[in-house]
């Protein structure tokens, strides 16, 4: 259970360091978070789903961002610090938000609703403007992702 809170706790420690510190702080900040995961509660494997979710955030927000969803004050790409975030935010798959995955409904709702939610807090910090059809597009991908994790703990738990 304390894994768990350390978990979510970090998460949002590396959320802040990454939204209001930009990348100066984001490089640190997820280096340390992720090096202390993978030590302390990471399971074999684990990194492939940090590097996955790396990659799935490159592309995804890369995307928004080459459509014009996303425009950052002092960067005409996607900066580093937003990038981050996807790793960071899979440090918690299979711990702080493991209960999730077997309620796919609130799983897709908790997508729906948190993923736009993050994005324009972050927004608001970061002085980063959002488009308004990238925030529903950022609906549809988080509720996506959500779901695909919970049908895929519901196949594992079935496999077991």
Not at 1 to 29: E, R, Y
Not at 119 to 136: D, F, I, K, M, N
Request: aromatic share 14%.
């Amino acid at each position: 259970m304390l894994g768990k809170v350390i978990n979510a706790l970090a998460f949002q420690v590396g959320w802040l360091a990454c939204v209001l510190g930009g990348t100066s702080w984001a490089i640190p900040a997820v280096g340390v978070i992720v090096t202390l995961h993978l030590a302390w509660l990471g399971r074999p494997g684990e990194w492939r789903w940090l590097m996955g979710f790396a990659l799935l955030g490159a592309l995804v927000d890369g995307a928004l961002t080459y459509a014009g969803g996303m425009r950052f004050t002092g960067s005409a790409g996607l900066p580093l610090w937003l990038w981050l975030l996807w790793p960071l935010f899979a440090t918690t798959i299979h711990h702080s938000l493991a209960w999730l995955w077997s309620h796919p409904w609130l799983a897709v709702l908790g997508g729906v609703l948190g993923g736009p939610s993050s994005y324009l807090g972050g927004a608001r910090l970061a002085e980063v403007t959002l488009a308004p059809w990238a925030v529903a597009v950022q609906a549809l991908v988080w509720g996506s992702l959500c779901g695909w994790l919970a049908f895929r703990a519901a196949t594992l738990r079935r496999r077991a």
